[in-house]
């Protein structure tokens, strides 16, 4: 019963910034904890970021500590992943994914965006 649309991928510069957005629809939009998962070709999906539904908890993969930000905006049904510092290993379809907790695996969320793509030039 909830819908989640990414938007802000593209094509950025290593070292550059990009923030991802996800509109998210439905009825108890404020109970789910949301998460930024991203897959890279050839490698399994992982968990980026994730955040609690009122935003008190996140939880960052090593990788991107210190140059990912998530929140989330619950009066604009919006969560963001602020990207900075991009490497080129950080190039994959990053989705959007909604779930009842914060989880580090991403069978934790049951629902899912269709995905935008970033892509960082070395």
């Known amino acids: 019963q909830v819908q989640l649309v990414e938007s802000g991928g593209g094509l950025v510069q290593a070292g550059g910034s990009l923030r991802l957005s996800c509109a998210v629809s439905g009825r108890t939009l404020s109970t789910y904890a949301m998460g930024w998962i991203r897959q890279a070709p050839g490698k399994e999906r992982d968990i980026v970021a994730a955040i609690s539904f009122n935003g008190a908890s996140t939880y960052y993969a090593d990788v991107v500590k210190g140059r990912f930000t998530i929140s989330r905006d619950n009066a604009k049904n919006t969560v963001y992943l602020q990207m900075n510092s991009l490497k080129p290993e950080d190039t994959a379809v990053y989705y959007c994914?909604?779930?009842?907790?914060?989880?580090?695996?991403?069978?934790?969320?049951?629902?899912w965006g269709q995905g935008t793509q970033v892509t960082v030039s070395s």
């Open positions: 994914a909604a779930g009842p907790l914060v989880s580090t695996a991403v069978r934790g969320y049951h629902s």
